[in-house]
């Protein structure tokens, strides 16, 4: 089956540690994003990437990084750096086509703060 | 940037009711897409609508570029449609997400 996997469902950070959430999709799409949800909240992108090798921040990068070494993967690092880290990180990927771009959404992962 | 606005914000509704969810944006857009978040978080792809008309089953969706606003149109509604409703407009590759429509549909 294709589609978009992410791991772990849920995490738990320490104070100063950075841990990291991972997407995998086999849909051999060019496009991931990864976004940030808190409650009761809409949406909002931290970082895009369009191709292998190239990323660009997105409205609320600061404390997060990725990496883009392999089509198939878009892992993302939430640092030490990021003060209020707990939320629901979404991971999506998109394809354009001649009909327009739809963007597939993982199950997303939950992240505590203990 | 681009704001998106949603209306409204809560909506509950008897099953079998018809109900209208809104989303105004403020600038050009490339994409408009509405999506269907379940209770568990996940997001669904409803319509890929940057204008024009589309219909799938009780779901409808209509966009006038030219004003800056879409509707999704749900008819017949059922206890399974609750969950919160976005719509997300693109430009140059960024989304931008609405703060949603929570929809509770009761039995």
């Known amino acids: 089956d294709g589609g978009i996997t992410q791991s772990p469902k849920y995490l738990f950070r320490k104070e100063g540690q950075n841990v990291t959430l991972s997407c995998e999709q086999n849909l051999n799409h060019d496009a991931m994003y990864w976004y940030r949800q808190d409650p009761g909240q809409g949406l909002r992108l931290i970082y895009y990437s369009q191709i292998v090798n190239d990323f660009q921040k997105g409205d609320i990068a600061e404390g997060y990084s990725v990496s883009r070494e392999k089509k198939e993967s878009f892992p993302l690092t939430v640092t030490s750096a990021q003060k209020n880290p707990t939320a629901f990180y979404l991971c999506a990927s998109s394809s354009r086509t001649g009909y327009g771009e739809t963007q597939y959404f993982g199950p997303g992962t939950r992240l505590l703060v203990l | ?107």
């Open chain 2, 1 to 107: 940037g681009i704001q998106v606005e949603q209306s409204p914000p809560d909506l509950i509704l008897q099953e079998g009711a018809n109900s209208t969810l809104r989303c105004n944006f403020s600038d050009s857009v490339n994409n408009l897409q509405w999506f269907h978040q379940n209770p568990w978080g996940q997001l669904i792809n409803l319509f890929y609508i940057p204008s024009g008309t589309k219909q799938n089953g009780r779901l409808s969706a209509t966009t006038v570029a030219t004003e800056r606003y879409s509707l999704l149109y749900i008819s017949s509604s059922q206890t399974t449609d609750s969950g919160v409703y976005f719509c997300a407009v693109e430009r140059t590759y960024k989304y931008i997400f609405g703060t949603g429509t929570r929809l509770k549909v009761l039995a």
